[in-house]
């Protein structure tokens, strides 16, 4: 019998002043979670100073329970050190997962990249958000 390849994952990762972005491309899955679970430990214990680490999920095909262990890990690992995790522009079938499996609000809210360029433009623009009066509600005396 021949033994079937691997799937290919590839990991890319950037790193910025207490942020890092890893890119996730391929398939995440029970033979290459491990690649991303302990180049993630290596990361965290190089960089302390660490607060805020983004998952691109944007080129992940395939993701199998493993690879939904492996993110819970992470999340485990990332509150014990008081990092806010943030899985950005998750596939239609990841996100999926999330929500039927209830673990969606354990991680920051998503972020398609169009609204990550433009939140980066905003913070650079504007200083401050303005204030929202009190909702109105209409007059139910009718």
Request: aromatic content about 4%.
């Amino acid at each position: 019998m021949t033994p079937l390849p691997h799937s290919s994952f590839t990991l890319t990762v950037e790193a910025g002043p207490g942020t890092a972005h890893f890119t996730l491309t391929g398939e995440l899955d029970y033979d290459t979670c491990d690649q991303l679970l302990q180049r993630t430990d290596a990361f965290l214990t190089a960089h302390p100073e660490l607060r805020d680490l983004r998952l691109d999920c944007t080129e992940l095909r395939f993701c199998d329970s493993m690879g939904i262990s492996t993110l819970l890990m992470i999340h485990r690992k990332t509150t014990e050190q008081n990092i806010r995790l943030h899985l950005d522009s998750p596939p239609p079938f990841l996100e999926r997962i999330l929500n039927t499996t209830g673990i969606r609000q354990l991680f920051s809210p998503a972020q398609t990249s169009e609204q990550a360029e433009r939140t980066s433009s905003s913070q650079r623009t504007s200083l401050h958000t303005p204030r929202l009066g009190p909702a109105r509600t209409p007059d139910s005396s009718v």
